[in-house]
Protein backbone atom coordinates (compact mmCIF):
# COMPACT_ATOMS: atom_id res chain seq x y z
CA UNK A 1 0.00 0.00 0.00
CA UNK A 2 3.14 2.81 0.80
CA UNK A 3 4.31 1.78 -2.03
CA UNK A 4 0.94 1.79 -4.14
CA UNK A 5 0.72 5.79 -2.27
CA UNK A 6 4.25 6.90 -3.23
CA UNK A 7 3.61 6.05 -7.01
CA UNK A 8 0.35 8.26 -6.63
CA UNK A 9 -1.62 5.00 -7.62
CA UNK A 10 -4.11 6.19 -4.18
CA UNK A 11 -7.36 4.21 -5.39
CA UNK A 12 -5.07 0.83 -5.47
CA UNK A 13 -3.48 1.62 -2.17
CA UNK A 14 -6.97 2.59 -0.63
CA UNK A 15 -8.52 -0.70 -2.03
CA UNK A 16 -5.18 -2.78 -0.31
CA UNK A 17 -5.79 -0.98 3.21
CA UNK A 18 -8.98 -1.46 3.00
CA UNK A 19 -8.95 -5.39 2.66
CA UNK A 20 -6.98 -6.04 5.56
CA UNK A 21 -9.27 -3.92 7.65
CA UNK A 22 -6.27 -0.89 8.43
CA UNK A 23 -9.18 1.04 8.56
CA UNK A 24 -7.36 4.37 10.13
CA UNK A 25 -4.41 4.07 6.80
CA UNK A 26 -7.35 3.57 4.50
CA UNK A 27 -9.27 7.11 5.44
CA UNK A 28 -5.88 8.68 5.81
CA UNK A 29 -5.69 7.91 2.21
CA UNK A 30 -9.06 9.50 0.89
CA UNK A 31 -8.49 12.52 3.38
CA UNK A 32 -4.84 13.48 2.41
CA UNK A 33 -4.70 12.15 -0.88
CA UNK A 34 -7.58 11.56 -2.64
CA UNK A 35 -9.11 14.52 -0.84
CA UNK A 36 -12.31 13.66 -0.87
CA UNK A 37 -14.13 14.04 2.43
CA UNK A 38 -17.79 13.01 1.44
CA UNK A 39 -16.22 9.41 0.51
CA UNK A 40 -13.83 9.43 3.70
CA UNK A 41 -17.48 10.23 5.37
CA UNK A 42 -19.25 7.28 3.77
CA UNK A 43 -16.24 5.54 4.28
CA UNK A 44 -16.16 6.14 8.84
CA UNK A 45 -20.04 4.96 8.66
CA UNK A 46 -19.49 1.99 7.19
CA UNK A 47 -16.55 0.74 9.50
CA UNK A 48 -17.77 3.07 12.70
CA UNK A 49 -14.41 2.62 14.65
CA UNK A 50 -13.67 5.42 16.77
CA UNK A 51 -10.35 5.92 15.13
CA UNK A 52 -11.61 6.45 12.10
CA UNK A 53 -13.61 8.94 12.89
CA UNK A 54 -10.96 11.08 14.87
CA UNK A 55 -9.28 11.09 11.84
CA UNK A 56 -12.28 12.28 9.70
CA UNK A 57 -13.28 14.69 12.44
CA UNK A 58 -10.18 16.69 12.42
CA UNK A 59 -10.23 16.84 8.53
CA UNK A 60 -13.77 18.28 9.07
CA UNK A 61 -12.63 20.69 11.31
CA UNK A 62 -9.45 22.15 9.29
CA UNK A 63 -11.97 22.69 6.73
CA UNK A 64 -13.85 24.30 8.82
CA UNK A 65 -17.04 22.29 8.92
CA UNK A 66 -17.88 22.46 12.26
CA UNK A 67 -21.32 21.02 13.04
CA UNK A 68 -19.65 17.94 10.87
CA UNK A 69 -16.77 17.56 12.92
CA UNK A 70 -18.24 17.50 15.99
CA UNK A 71 -20.96 15.26 14.95
CA UNK A 72 -17.66 12.81 14.24
CA UNK A 73 -16.18 13.60 17.18
CA UNK A 74 -18.78 12.90 19.35
CA UNK A 75 -19.07 9.79 17.33
CA UNK A 76 -15.22 9.23 18.25
CA UNK A 77 -16.27 9.90 21.84
CA UNK A 78 -12.76 12.06 21.42
CA UNK A 79 -12.29 15.26 23.20
CA UNK A 80 -8.80 15.44 22.73
CA UNK A 81 -8.84 18.71 19.76
CA UNK A 82 -10.70 20.40 22.52
CA UNK A 83 -8.71 23.72 22.14
CA UNK A 84 -9.11 23.80 18.49
CA UNK A 85 -12.64 22.71 18.53
CA UNK A 86 -13.53 25.89 20.58
CA UNK A 87 -11.26 28.36 19.00
CA UNK A 88 -12.85 26.88 15.60
CA UNK A 89 -16.55 27.17 17.19
CA UNK A 90 -15.60 30.73 18.29
CA UNK A 91 -14.99 31.83 15.10
CA UNK A 92 -18.05 30.68 13.06
CA UNK A 93 -20.41 31.07 16.21
CA UNK A 94 -21.54 27.71 16.53
CA UNK A 95 -22.41 27.99 19.47
CA UNK A 96 -25.23 25.43 20.14
CA UNK A 97 -22.54 22.55 18.34
CA UNK A 98 -19.98 23.66 20.73
CA UNK A 99 -22.14 22.93 23.67
CA UNK A 100 -22.92 19.20 22.70
CA UNK A 101 -19.23 18.76 21.95
CA UNK A 102 -18.27 20.42 25.21
CA UNK A 103 -20.96 17.81 27.34
CA UNK A 104 -19.40 15.18 25.74
CA UNK A 105 -15.86 16.28 26.38
CA UNK A 106 -16.35 17.02 30.35
CA UNK A 107 -17.76 13.05 30.92
CA UNK A 108 -14.11 12.08 29.51
CA UNK A 109 -11.52 14.66 30.72
CA UNK A 110 -11.96 17.06 34.08
CA UNK A 111 -10.54 19.83 32.33
CA UNK A 112 -10.98 23.63 33.61
CA UNK A 113 -10.83 25.26 30.21
CA UNK A 114 -13.26 22.21 29.33
CA UNK A 115 -16.03 23.29 31.45
CA UNK A 116 -15.16 26.87 31.48
CA UNK A 117 -15.95 26.96 27.69
CA UNK A 118 -18.99 24.84 28.98
CA UNK A 119 -19.95 27.57 31.20
CA UNK A 120 -19.19 30.27 28.24
CA UNK A 121 -21.51 28.25 25.90
CA UNK A 122 -24.21 27.94 27.59
CA UNK A 123 -24.14 31.38 28.36
CA UNK A 124 -23.80 32.33 24.89
CA UNK A 125 -27.00 29.74 24.30
CA UNK A 126 -28.67 31.40 26.68
CA UNK A 127 -29.08 28.58 28.47
CA UNK A 128 -28.98 30.04 31.97
CA UNK A 129 -31.16 27.02 33.65
CA UNK A 130 -28.25 24.63 32.81
CA UNK A 131 -25.60 27.00 33.28
CA UNK A 132 -27.14 27.86 36.83
CA UNK A 133 -27.62 23.93 37.32
CA UNK A 134 -23.70 23.51 35.97
CA UNK A 135 -22.56 25.63 38.30
CA UNK A 136 -24.29 24.84 41.59
CA UNK A 137 -22.82 21.23 41.31
CA UNK A 138 -18.91 20.51 41.75
CA UNK A 139 -16.63 21.87 38.88
CA UNK A 140 -13.39 22.72 37.96
CA UNK A 141 -14.26 25.97 36.06
CA UNK A 142 -12.58 29.37 36.58
CA UNK A 143 -16.27 31.62 37.34
CA UNK A 144 -14.59 34.78 37.74
CA UNK A 145 -12.77 34.71 34.71
CA UNK A 146 -16.15 33.65 32.63
CA UNK A 147 -18.03 36.29 34.37
CA UNK A 148 -15.86 38.87 33.06
CA UNK A 149 -16.12 37.82 29.96
CA UNK A 150 -19.81 37.28 29.95
CA UNK A 151 -19.81 40.59 31.68
CA UNK A 152 -17.89 42.08 28.50
CA UNK A 153 -19.51 40.83 25.83
CA UNK A 154 -23.17 42.23 27.53
CA UNK A 155 -24.59 39.05 29.00
CA UNK A 156 -25.64 40.39 32.37
CA UNK A 157 -27.87 37.38 33.38
CA UNK A 158 -25.04 35.10 33.33
CA UNK A 159 -22.71 37.16 34.78
CA UNK A 160 -25.16 37.77 37.34
CA UNK A 161 -25.37 34.03 38.19
CA UNK A 162 -21.34 33.58 37.84
CA UNK A 163 -20.64 36.45 40.13
CA UNK A 164 -23.17 35.45 42.59
CA UNK A 165 -21.94 32.47 42.85
CA UNK A 166 -18.54 33.16 44.02
CA UNK A 167 -19.62 36.08 46.25
CA UNK A 168 -17.71 38.60 44.06
CA UNK A 169 -20.82 41.30 45.24
CA UNK A 170 -18.53 44.79 43.77
CA UNK A 171 -19.07 42.96 40.36
CA UNK A 172 -22.68 41.60 40.87
CA UNK A 173 -23.97 45.24 42.33
CA UNK A 174 -22.52 46.67 38.83
CA UNK A 175 -24.35 43.73 36.86
CA UNK A 176 -27.37 44.38 38.30
CA UNK A 177 -27.24 48.26 37.48
CA UNK A 178 -26.81 47.40 33.98
CA UNK A 179 -29.67 44.98 34.04
CA UNK A 180 -31.64 47.69 36.37
CA UNK A 181 -32.59 46.24 39.64
CA UNK A 182 -31.00 48.79 41.70
CA UNK A 183 -32.54 47.35 45.10
CA UNK A 184 -30.26 44.35 43.89
CA UNK A 185 -27.52 46.39 43.26
CA UNK A 186 -27.28 48.31 46.37
CA UNK A 187 -27.69 45.02 48.50
CA UNK A 188 -24.82 43.95 46.35
CA UNK A 189 -22.41 47.27 47.14
CA UNK A 190 -23.65 46.76 50.85
CA UNK A 191 -22.07 43.44 50.90
CA UNK A 192 -19.18 44.21 48.63
CA UNK A 193 -18.69 47.18 50.67
CA UNK A 194 -16.29 49.12 48.94
CA UNK A 195 -16.05 52.99 48.15
CA UNK A 196 -15.79 52.56 44.36
CA UNK A 197 -18.56 50.20 44.36
CA UNK A 198 -20.56 52.22 46.15
CA UNK A 199 -19.67 55.14 43.83
CA UNK A 200 -20.61 53.16 40.61
CA UNK A 201 -24.11 52.34 41.77
CA UNK A 202 -24.70 55.52 43.06
CA UNK A 203 -24.37 57.53 40.00
CA UNK A 204 -25.97 54.41 37.64
CA UNK A 205 -29.36 55.45 40.38
CA UNK A 206 -28.70 58.97 39.78
CA UNK A 207 -28.60 58.38 35.99
CA UNK A 208 -31.99 56.36 36.10
CA UNK A 209 -33.40 59.17 38.62
CA UNK A 210 -33.74 56.34 41.07
CA UNK A 211 -32.83 59.10 43.99
CA UNK A 212 -33.93 56.69 47.01
CA UNK A 213 -31.55 54.24 45.92
CA UNK A 214 -29.06 56.81 45.34
CA UNK A 215 -29.04 58.92 48.84
CA UNK A 216 -28.42 55.04 49.90
CA UNK A 217 -25.29 55.00 48.61
CA UNK A 218 -24.19 58.66 48.82
CA UNK A 219 -24.33 58.17 52.55
CA UNK A 220 -21.66 55.27 52.31
CA UNK A 221 -19.66 58.22 50.39
CA UNK A 222 -19.88 61.60 51.54
CA UNK A 223 -18.30 60.24 55.02
CA UNK A 224 -14.79 60.01 53.04
CA UNK A 225 -13.71 63.50 52.37
CA UNK A 226 -12.07 62.97 49.00
CA UNK A 227 -15.09 61.46 47.37
CA UNK A 228 -16.81 64.25 48.68
CA UNK A 229 -16.53 66.77 45.42
CA UNK A 230 -16.98 63.94 42.63
CA UNK A 231 -20.65 63.44 44.13
CA UNK A 232 -21.55 66.46 44.45
CA UNK A 233 -20.34 67.18 40.78
CA UNK A 234 -21.95 64.52 39.60
CA UNK A 235 -25.56 66.11 41.32
CA UNK A 236 -25.11 69.57 40.07
CA UNK A 237 -23.74 68.67 36.69
CA UNK A 238 -27.23 66.96 36.31
CA UNK A 239 -29.14 69.80 37.70
CA UNK A 240 -30.35 67.98 40.71
CA UNK A 241 -29.24 70.48 43.53
CA UNK A 242 -32.25 69.86 46.09
CA UNK A 243 -31.82 65.70 45.43
CA UNK A 244 -27.88 66.51 46.60
CA UNK A 245 -29.07 68.91 49.37
CA UNK A 246 -30.82 66.00 51.07
CA UNK A 247 -28.56 63.96 50.65
CA UNK A 248 -26.30 65.78 52.59
CA UNK A 249 -28.91 67.28 55.36
CA UNK A 250 -29.41 62.85 55.54
CA UNK A 251 -25.56 63.33 55.93
CA UNK A 252 -24.85 65.30 58.89
CA UNK A 253 -26.28 62.91 61.39
CA UNK A 254 -23.77 60.08 60.42
CA UNK A 255 -21.04 59.67 63.47
CA UNK A 256 -18.17 59.77 60.70
CA UNK A 257 -19.50 63.50 59.42
CA UNK A 258 -16.65 66.05 58.70
CA UNK A 259 -15.62 69.20 58.07
CA UNK A 260 -16.33 69.24 54.16
CA UNK A 261 -19.84 68.06 54.36
CA UNK A 262 -20.90 71.06 56.33
CA UNK A 263 -19.03 73.51 54.47
CA UNK A 264 -20.34 72.28 51.30
CA UNK A 265 -24.18 71.96 52.63
CA UNK A 266 -23.39 75.60 53.96
CA UNK A 267 -22.43 76.60 50.25
CA UNK A 268 -24.76 74.84 48.60
CA UNK A 269 -27.50 76.91 50.87
CA UNK A 270 -25.86 79.97 49.34
CA UNK A 271 -26.66 79.40 45.77
CA UNK A 272 -29.45 77.87 45.90
CA UNK A 273 -31.46 78.13 49.29
CA UNK A 274 -30.13 81.56 50.51
CA UNK A 275 -33.00 81.17 53.39
CA UNK A 276 -31.63 78.16 55.28
CA UNK A 277 -27.85 79.22 55.46
CA UNK A 278 -28.31 81.47 58.94
CA UNK A 279 -30.02 78.82 60.50
CA UNK A 280 -27.48 75.98 59.49
CA UNK A 281 -24.38 78.92 60.81
CA UNK A 282 -26.13 79.51 63.99
CA UNK A 283 -25.89 75.58 64.56
CA UNK A 284 -23.05 74.64 62.80
CA UNK A 285 -20.32 77.41 62.89
CA UNK A 286 -17.81 75.75 64.47
CA UNK A 287 -17.79 73.02 62.14
CA UNK A 288 -17.58 74.65 58.68
CA UNK A 289 -14.53 75.94 56.89
CA UNK A 290 -15.30 79.45 57.68
CA UNK A 291 -12.59 81.10 54.86
CA UNK A 292 -14.72 78.86 52.17
CA UNK A 293 -18.14 79.75 53.27
CA UNK A 294 -17.08 83.62 53.41
CA UNK A 295 -16.12 83.66 50.19
CA UNK A 296 -19.69 81.45 49.16
CA UNK A 297 -21.84 84.55 51.26
CA UNK A 298 -19.66 87.14 49.12
CA UNK A 299 -20.38 85.67 46.20
CA UNK A 300 -23.94 85.00 47.17
CA UNK A 301 -24.34 88.70 48.16
CA UNK A 302 -25.75 87.36 51.54
CA UNK A 303 -24.62 90.38 53.95
CA UNK A 304 -26.14 89.29 57.17
CA UNK A 305 -24.43 86.09 57.16
CA UNK A 306 -21.10 87.46 56.12
CA UNK A 307 -21.47 89.70 59.19
CA UNK A 308 -22.33 86.73 61.42
CA UNK A 309 -19.54 84.69 60.09
Not at 53 to 72: C, F, P, T
Not at 138 to 159: L, S, T, V, W, Y
Not at 191 to 202: H, I, Q
Not at 283 to 295: A, C, T
Request: proline letters at 2%; one cysteine or more.
Amino acid sequence: ANIAINNQLFEEAFAIFKKFDVNTSAIQVLIENVKNLDRAYEFAERCNEPAVWSHLARAQLQQGLVKEAIDSFIKADDPSAYIDVVETAHKTESWEDLVRYLQMARKKARESYIESELIYAYARTNRLADLEEFISGPNHADIQKIGDRCFDDGMFEAAKLLYNNVSNFARLAITLVHLKEFQGAVDGARKANSTRTWKEVCFACVDSEEFRLAQMCGLHIVVHADELEDLINYYQDRGYFEELINLLEAALGLERAHMGMFTELAILYSKYKPAKMREHLELFWSRVNIPKVLKAAELAHLWAELVFL
